[in-house]
Antibody, heavy 117, light 111 residues
């Protein structure tokens, strides 16, 4: 079964850091672009970052540039999102997604990140 | 404010057809054929319904179809069923550093 499972969310104070993980199974992880997409409570979807198969290309939405870093470990079939200098507006459910031709074909169940003092 | 514009809500009765529009610009919807549509039920992850404007993934009902004209894409759902009630989001590839943009979402109510 093709599956993505996120972990690492939680409550963090403004200015703090958090590292999200996404474990992939059931497909050849190293063959796909991967993305992080977030959804603030009661709001719509927002693409956050993506990267290509070997990590040589990485892209970010402007609001997280310089604060978030996307990475992957193909040997461990895992995707990561290192988040620092967190702000209240980063509060959201974070989904990892398998991407092909700018479409998100497979989604994880999401992990909640709450930035609050 | 979302990059792509969708109506906040649409409604229809079982068996009817509805369409949801998604308006962007030449930088996104009008400039590429990489428009996708997602269905999201409350508390659940989104599900891909349409990719590359009009292609359906395996397992998605043929009641769902997509199209595009200029800077506006559309999702049409025919033969509405109660389980179609959900939020629907469009997305598009965008030229530049922001690679993908989403619409604000449309709440579909099946009356």
């Amino acid at each position: 079964e093709v599956q993505l499972v996120e972990s690492g969310g939680g409550l963090v104070q403004p200015g703090g850091s958090l590292r999200l993980s996404c474990a992939a199974s059931g497909f050849t992880f190293s063959a796909y672009w991967m993305s992080w997409v977030r959804q603030a409570p009661g709001e719509g979807l927002e693409w956050v970052a993506n990267m290509n198969q070997d990590g040589s290309e990485k892209y970010y939405v402007d609001s997280v540039k310089g604060r978030f870093t996307i990475s992957r470990d193909n040997a461990k079939n895992s995707l990561y999102l290192q988040m620092s200098s967190l702000r209240a507006e980063d509060t959201a459910v974070y989904y990892c997604a398998r991407e092909k031709a700018n479409a998100f074909h497979i989604w994880g169940q999401g992990t909640m990140v709450t930035v609050s003092s | 404010q979302s990059a792509l514009t969708q109506p906040a809500s649409v409604s229809g009765s079982p068996g009817q057809s509805i369409s949801i529009s998604c308006t962007g610009s030449s930088r996104d919807v009008g400039g590429h054929n990489y428009v996708s549509w997602y269905q999201q039920h409350p508390g659940k992850a989104p599900k891909l319904m349409i990719y590359e404007v009009s292609n359906r993934p395996s397992g998605v009902s043929n009641r769902f179809s997509g199209s595009k004209s200029g800077n506006t894409a559309s999702l049409t759902i025919s033969g509405l069923q109660t389980e179609d009630e959900a939020d629907y989001y469009c997305s598009s590839k965008r030229s530049g550093s922001t690679r993908v943009v989403f619409g604000g979402g449309t709440k579909l109510t099946v009356l």
